[in-house]
């Protein structure tokens, strides 16, 4: 038996004006496509904006639907809409703020685990790493460098 030791590496700006100016544009596109989230059910409001290679920026909010699990992930949908428009581009930088309806919402807010799943697809396949951004409403962004701080073990194509 031998004990394995993983450890992810994160940077942690205190406010969003410590960030480059690339960067809070990237969050604020996130924070406006967040304020029009469809959350009806949980209040909590998720937005997430995407820097492609090719200079676009795309957005997606989360989308729920009575049918719990009929609803998609602010993270997904900016994803989805980008390979899905714009097959050949990577994805270079990604930002995603949360906000709750009726808690504040001070800590960085992560992807989920499906989340997680979807960016690592994107990430094998570009072959290049992704910068994740996150955050809650207001307070602390946390930056990795690549999806695989957030999920070391990733499942991908070489298992199948």
């Known amino acids: 038996m031998k004990e394995i030791s993983i450890t992810s590496s994160f940077l942690v700006f205190d406010t969003l004006n410590e960030l480059s100016n690339d960067i809070q544009d990237l969050m604020n596109e996130a924070v406006e496509i967040r304020k029009k989230a469809y959350a009806p059910y949980s209040q909590f409001r998720v937005g997430a904006a995407l820097l492609l290679d090719n200079g676009k920026i795309v957005v997606g909010s989360n989308q729920e639907n009575a049918a719990y699990p ?91």
Request: aromatic share 10%; net charge neutral.
């Open 70 to 160: 009929s609803g998609l992930c602010a993270e997904r949908v900016a994803i989805f809409y980008a390979g899905a428009v714009y097959p050949e581009a990577k994805i270079l930088k990604m930002a995603i703020t949360a906000a709750s309806d009726t808690n504040p919402t001070t800590a960085p807010i992560p992807p989920c685990g499906s989340c997680r799943q979807s960016i690592a697809e994107y990430e094998i396949k570009q072959d290049n790493p992704i910068e994740i951004y996150f955050m809650g409403e207001i307070g602390q962004v946390y930056k990795s460098a690549s999806l695989k701080n957030l999920l070391p073990f990733m499942f991908d194509k070489k298992f199948l």
